[in-house]
């Protein structure tokens, strides 16, 4: 009985609560606002968080979940003046043809892929695409990271090794500079960003669908065309080129990486004391960065938006000492006739609890409509996670019951006989 009775006086709160809404429109809506916009930007940053999360482990495991990488510099975060002191990477030897040759005759390896991008500008006709990210890469490209094919074919060994001037595009590129036309056979003019603007021509012979993620965008035109191509007819040079490593399988990708880098010294003639002159990076590495870095973005982004909260909080401070001062004549009947100060003090934490309620539940929905527009217009498959939901809720609530406390202790406190003669 008694646990019905405090049920009751729960939804008596949340009626007396609606009526002190209603009849002060303006304040309310001011507080609900208020947590609205906090609740808003809580749940709007965590889909678009989750949603990038999402998109980001998708793309790394696209690669397969044992391929590495090799890279001339190591991804690293400190600082750098430009000294050899601070900036020792900066020394490293670029990565050769021939080094990756070698590496892929290692027992423990199934391929090694060479590959390195680069900013161009790509035309047909009267076509012109100014910034294309065009990437040149080994023949062995399908078995390292699988393209979806839509039309025609990738290059072969042979037009590799022989650096013809073919090129497999995406989707994005083939209908901005093709339309409703046939790509397939259509010659395009390729020109370095950099360095040389002379411009070569190159054959279209495949169209492959680019998977929109957040790393790579869901609009971006892209070139891909065998990495000899990209030196011999762009003439771009070789200082940024790295590798994709593949285990064969049944190997370790630990024991994969051992083998890789002591070939890569000794190849270098490192001796052991000495630092490795070039950076080994898992997948995981690359998601532990990408976490540090959007880490700390959305601790940020909470504490901004926890501002909202803050001023929802400070509305429901004033509305609810504003609501016991009207309400004074009323509180002292109530204790007249038998309710108590935990009765009062509950009635007041329930209307304080439903104005917040109110201002999560309308943050909540524009949130949640909000992530569904993202997650149709951009690569980012924005979803709102059921944690988000939780704590959005129980924020409101907790920011009800610790701003409402206040008023609530106020109103429990009133003498009765001083609150009936109130006018």
Known sequence: MRLWAQIKMSFEGVGIALDAMRANKVRAGLTILGVAVGVFVVVLISAAVHGINASVAKQFESAGPTTFFVQRFPIT????????????????????????????????????????????????????????????????????????????????????????????????????????????????????????ARGAPFVVIGV??????????????????????????????????????????????????????????????????????????????????????????????????????LVGGVGVVAIMMISVTERTREIGVRKAIGATRGIILWQFLVEAVTLTASGATIGLVLGWGVSGIIRLTTPIPASVPPLAVVAALAASAVTGIMFGMLPALRASRLDPVHALRFE
């Open 208 to 309: 492959f669908k680019d998977g929109a993620s957040f790393l790579q965008g869901g609009e971006t035109p892209r070139v891909v065309t065998p990495i000899y191509t990209l030196a011999r007819k762009i003439g771009v040079r070789m200082r940024w080129m790295g590798f994709i490593i593949k285990p064969r399988e049944g190997v370790s990708q630990d024991a994969a990486i051992d083998d890789v880098q002591s070939a890569l010294r000794a190849m270098r003639g490192l001796r052991p004391g000495r630092e490795s002159n070039f950076a080994l990076i898992t997948q995981a590495k690359l998601f532990d960065v990408y976490n540090k870095v959007f880490g700390m973005f959305f601790l940020v982004m909470i504490a901004l938006s926890s501002v909202g909260l």
């Open 77 to 196: 975060f400190e600082a750098c003046d430009g000294t050899g002191d601070t900036c020792k990477w900066r020394s490293n030897p670029e990565l050769t043809f021939n080094e990756a040759d070698n590496l892929s005759r290692l027992e423990s390896v199934a391929e090694v892929g060479a590959r390195m991008g680069w900013g161009t500008q790509v035309k047909y006709r009267d076509r012109s695409l100014p910034q294309v990210q065009t990437l040149g890469i080994t023949a062995n490209w399908p078995s390292l990271t699988p393209p979806e094919m839509i039309d025609g074919r990738v290059f072969t060994e042979q037009e590799a090794r022989g650096a013809a001037p073919v090129v497999v595009i995406n989707t994005t590129a083939k209908e901005r500079l093709f339309g409703d036309e046939d790509a397939l056979g259509k010659e395009i003019v390729i020109t370095s960003l950099q360095g040389s």
